[in-house]
């Protein structure tokens, strides 16, 4: 394949054992300095020009993004998807990894463990937001810091209103964390490539810090998941739409806590501590979905006007409960389901013959129509448009 590695540090040691991997694998590999692209939508078809020239075809592109360019790079990003070029990380997926509340918002409607969390902008709110988390010590974050940067631990409520006063006087948004006390200054980060954890390692902060980055003074090993910790990594990951990334995550007592997922992981640190060939594995991943770029479901099903996507919930009192799928009436309807959902497990293009639950949910295709009579209807809020009072019309008509 021929394979663009989108970065603008050549030489960084991740950069040149990806491209290595590529090399010693036959492919055709080409680094390109992500900044030197231009997004050419003058033409009938979406563009790229690459130093101010047409850009050659690529058939894959894997995205290395750093933080300060994350509009222009997903940019970029977004544009290799237009001419469906595969990438395994869509601009969809860095843009949401990249903003702290946006990930945590994305993961928490799917029974992913994270320490809780709140974000407020009032001041009147912040202490009883610190309450709901569970009081002090709390841990402030900002939303856009990596490296450890941007992230306090406030050991008293007063102390971190302070704080937390103190950064949004500069307009900088700040989440509001439970601190996860048992992981002591310890956390894992598992790399997750496709469906699998390709390696993980856990890092230990320095000393009497709690921040157990590397560019903390964190130290590294490699460790053996559980089982739990690498469906979580892989499941995080998967939501968040990132093929390639490195999931960070807490050792809870009751289990892992996923706070964030990196779009970008450095390989240095998890490829010296586990002695692993990650970056081989991720060109491999990257030669086998070559074939299948990226696509936005919801936006090109619903091409067709009246047709779409929607999640269709089974609910306890419903007559589809103990029915097989092709007795269910959906397929009478032309309504086509895409995958099932029951609890945390996923079940792709489910066979007519499966027998469906309460609570089950499915993500179907088909008339909207159809399928709006199987949504249970919202609570409406939509208020009636009043009269203007005379003296009202008066004062606009003559003013
Ligand atoms: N809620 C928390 N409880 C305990 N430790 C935490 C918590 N949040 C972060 N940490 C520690 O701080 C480090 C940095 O936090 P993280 O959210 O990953 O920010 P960054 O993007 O700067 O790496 C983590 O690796 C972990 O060691
Ligand atoms: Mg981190």
Do not use: W
């Amino acid at each position: 394949m021929k394979l663009a590695i989108l970065s603008r540090a050549p030489r960084a040691y991740s950069t040149q054992r990806l491209r290595t991997a590529a090399l010693e694998r036959g492919h055709d590999v080409k680094v390109l300095n992500t900044l030197r692209f231009g997004i050419d939508l003058s033409n009938d078809e979406p563009d790229l020009q690459f130093r101010g020239r047409q850009l050659s075809s690529y058939d894959a592109v894997l995205p290395r993004i750093g933080a300060s360019i994350t509009y222009f790079g997903t940019a970029v990003v977004r544009q290799f998807e237009q001419m469906d070029v595969y990438t395994p990380n869509t601009a969809n997926g860095i843009s949401n990894s990249r903003d702290k509340l946006r990930a945590t918002q994305i993961l928490s409607r799917h029974n992913i463990g994270m320490p809780a969390t709140f974000f407020v902008r009032n001041r009147a709110d912040v202490k009883q937001a610190i309450e709901q988390v569970g009081g002090a010590p709390v841990v402030i974050k900002l939303l856009e810091g990596t490296q450890g940067i941007g992230v306090i631990l406030a050991p008293e409520v007063k102390v971190a209103e302070a704080i937390i006063e103190t950064l949004q006087s500069t307009s900088q948004n700040v989440l509001i964390q439970a601190f996860v006390k048992e992981s002591k200054g310890r956390d894992i980060r598992a790399l997750v490539v496709g469906d699998r954890v390709v390696a993980a390692m856990r890092r230990t902060a320095q000393g009497d810090e709690f921040r157990s980055n590397v560019h903390r003074g964190g130290s590294v090993e490699a460790v053996e998941l559980d089982p739990e910790y690498e469906a979580t990594a892989v499941r995080a990951a998967q939501i968040m739409g990132l093929r390639v990334a490195g999931v960070d995550m807490l050792e809870g007592n009751d289990g892992p806590l996923v706070m964030e997922v990196n779009s970008s992981p450095g390989l240095q640190g998890i490829e010296t501590a586990t002695r692993l060939d990650v970056a081989g594995a991720i060109i491999d991943f990257i030669g086998d979905q070559v074939d299948f770029p990226e696509i936005d479901v919801r936006q090109r099903l619903a091409v067709s006007t009246g047709y779409g996507v929607a999640e269709l919930a089974v609910h306890s009192g419903s007559e589809m409960v103990g029915k097989a799928l092709r007795d269910s009436g959906l397929s009478d309807r032309d309504i086509t389901v895409l995958t099932l959902h029951r609890g945390t497990s996923v079940t792709p293009s489910p066979r007519p013959s499966k027998v469906l639950e309460a609570e089950d949910r499915l993500l179907c295709f088909g008339k909207l129509e159809e399928m709006r009579s199987m949504i249970p209807e919202r609570p409406k809020r939509r208020r009636r448009v009043k009269k203007l009072a005379q003296k009202a019309i008066t004062a606009a008509e003559n003013p």
